[in-house]
């Protein structure tokens, strides 16, 4: 038995034998022979007792120098028991001199016991199968060896060997029963040997994998540890930080998310303020620019080569105004129009503004007009720069041919419409508001399905290649006027003075201010209600309805007779009949059928001139 240990609590000095040990890693050992041993798992089980020799006597390790031998590591689990020894009496270490002993660090495996040498020889760790046992490898660097004693001599310096473990086998103890260990020298505390795993055996090289060789210090590195220490050692050696440096980081942390958040709303309302004024707002797809330029015969290109030569008139008047179109015939000034576009300013009170499609204005006069074929000219001067309108030649158009109308509707200038020729030689007879008729016009009109509106009189219609064939003259509209003086708008049924006979009053106009007109010579019965147009009985003043020495007279017609056909053309009444003479010039010759007393007869006639209003 021994002493009982008077250190029941540690003291506020160097560490006691029961003072924990802060954990450490311990680097592989390297046997004699130079292969490395792998470092046993630490196990967790509960501190064993330190077992004692065959005689009872406690083991303890020699001192070396008068240095306590150094500590093992402490492991966090509680190592295993530790096995009796021969005699079964528990090993412990005795204190030298007051001084208690420091208790055997363990390490991360579980502790083997600690056996005693015989006689007082230092006790050398037994290998297993002829591996050494790795020893702990303390954190902090091993103080300097001191000189080596001679070997076997206890407390001279030699090396404390760790004690090998128990194995399952044969014992590895050196020491025979009832022989007690050496004692260290006074004031140094002996430790414990550091027990190992039951499988690995006991190393004898220091710390470091260094083998150590007979007689050789030990070097403690545990002996300026202090568990008091401010910081605490990690298992990898690493000091723990300060509460002020996580604050710091923590700070930094912080800091570095508010930065972060204030960029990140920053960019937010830059985005957010693109999104609202760029994509936010709806953007359709559309088509890129094109060329000007349009294909010949696309009413564009017509348009386009057109409405450089078409004007606009204002015309004023003592009692009436109106708005209507003009075609610029030569660069003179000269424009054709319709008769009753100017007619409110014949009388001396009156006046004509003409408004040319580059915006520009001027004063026009009339220089002739025939209400009979609706046609007027009109004239402005000093203006420079005009461009006639190139003529087409109505004989030529076909029912179906593509045309573009081009006017004034309700005083909208420049306004282009399209259609087609919807039929040719198209009797009509527009005016009549004078009580003798004079004022009547009859007109072998173009028909067109192209949309015309008051305000469209005296424009041109126009062919594929922006040629007037036609001058726009009347409208069939809803209400049954055969007129544009209503208001009524497009059906499409209007109607177009043949350029051809346009082309010629328009030249008698400019020339003599007067239109002649081609006549037969007789006077038509208007109220016969019959087929064809019949001569008359008698003039309108009393006198004979066949003109002396006319037309008529020498072609053979006499009153009464009945004329059916114009030409091989079809007549169904006396409109028609003069729509088909006012067709042709003075001097050309009609053939016509007549019916008399039941049978038809062919006559040959030449027409006559009479002049116009």
């Not at 994509?279 to 290109?301: D, F, N, T, Y």
């Not at 200038?413 to 009549?432: C, F, L």
Request: glycine share 12%; hydrophobic share 35%; no cysteine.
């Amino acid at each position: 038995m021994h002493d009982p240990d008077p250190y029941s609590t540690p003291p506020y000095g160097e560490p006691g034998p029961w003072a924990p040990a802060p954990p450490v890693q311990h680097p592989a050992a390297t046997s004699p022979q130079g292969t490395a041993i792998p470092r046993p798992t630490p196990p967790h089980p509960a501190p064993p007792p330190v077992p004692s020799s065959a005689a009872g006597a406690p083991v303890v390790s020699a001192p070396v120098g008068g240095v306590p031998a150094p500590m093992a590591a402490p492991s966090h689990p509680a190592p295993p028991p530790v096995p009796s020894s021969a005699a079964g009496a528990p090993v412990v270490s005795a204190p030298v001199g007051g001084v208690p002993a420091p208790m055997a660090a363990p390490s991360h495996a579980a502790p083997t016991p600690v056996p005693s040498s015989a006689a007082g020889a230092p006790v050398v760790s037994a290998p297993v199968a002829g591996v050494p046992a790795p020893m702990a490898a303390p954190p902090h660097a091993a103080p300097p060896p001191e000189p080596p004693s001679p070997p076997g001599t206890p407390g001279s310096g030699a090396p404390a060997p760790l004690a090998a473990p128990e194995l399952h086998g044969p014992a590895a103890s050196t020491q025979p029963p009832g022989t007690s260990a050496h004692l260290p020298s006074a004031a140094a505390a002996v430790p414990l040997a550091a027990p190992e795993a039951q499988t690995a055996p006991a190393s004898t090289q220091p710390p470091g994998g260094i083998p150590s060789a007979p007689g050789a210090p030990v070097s403690t590195p545990w002996q300026n540890y202090d568990p008091w220490a401010p910081a605490p050692l990690q298992q990898t050696g690493a000091v723990v930080e300060g509460k002020d440096k996580q604050r710091r980081v923590k700070r930094g942390l912080v800091g570095g998310a508010v930065a972060l958040a204030l960029a990140a709303g920053g960019v937010g309302g830059v985005v957010g303020a693109y999104v609202e004024r760029n994509v936010g707002a709806v953007e359709l797809p559309q088509a890129g620019k094109e060329p000007a330029g349009r294909a010949p015969g696309s009413v564009a290109a017509i348009a386009a080569r057109a409405l450089p030569s078409v004007v606009t008139l204002h015309v004023t008047g003592s009692d009436d105004s109106g708005t209507g179109t003009g075609v610029v015939l030569d660069d003179q000034g000269h424009i054709l129009t319709n008769n009753h576009v100017v007619e409110p300013a014949a009388g001396s009170k009156g006046g004509i503004s003409v408004t040319f499609n580059s915006g520009d204005t001027a004063k026009a006069s009339v220089v002739g007009r025939d209400s009979g074929y609706d046609l007027a000219v009109v004239k402005v001067s000093d203006v420079r720069g005009l461009k006639p309108m190139a003529l087409g030649n109505s004989d030529n158009v076909q029912v179906g041919d593509p045309v573009v109308a081009i006017g004034a509707p309700f005083d909208l200038a420049g306004t282009v419409t399209s259609g087609i020729i919807s039929a040719k030689e198209r009797p009509i007879t527009a005016g009549g508001d004078s009580s003798d008729g004079s004022d009547v016009s009859y007109v072998d009109a173009l028909q067109t399905d192209a949309p015309i509106n008051p305000g469209n009189s005296g424009g041109p219609l126009l062919d594929s290649r922006a040629r007037v064939i036609g001058i726009n003259s009347a409208i069939r509209s809803a209400d049954s006027t055969s007129d544009d003086s209503g208001q009524a708008g497009s059906i499409g049924l209007g109607f177009a003075i043949p350029v051809n006979q346009a082309k010629r009053v328009a030249e008698e106009l400019i020339n003599t201010g007067r239109a002649t007109h081609p006549v037969i010579g007789v006077t038509l019965d208007m109220d016969y209600t019959g087929d064809g147009a019949r001569v008359g009985t008698k003039a309108s003043g009393g006198g004979p309805a066949v003109s002396a020495h006319g037309p008529g007279e020498k072609a053979g017609l006499k009153a009464g007779d009945v004329i059916t056909d114009v030409d091989g053309q079809r007549v169904h009444s006396g409109e028609e009949l003069i729509v088909k003479t006012r067709a042709h010039r003075p001097g050309d010759r009609l053939r016509l059928t007549v019916w008399r007393d039941g049978r038809e007869k062919k006559i040959s006639l030449v027409l006559g001139s009479a002049d116009g209003d």
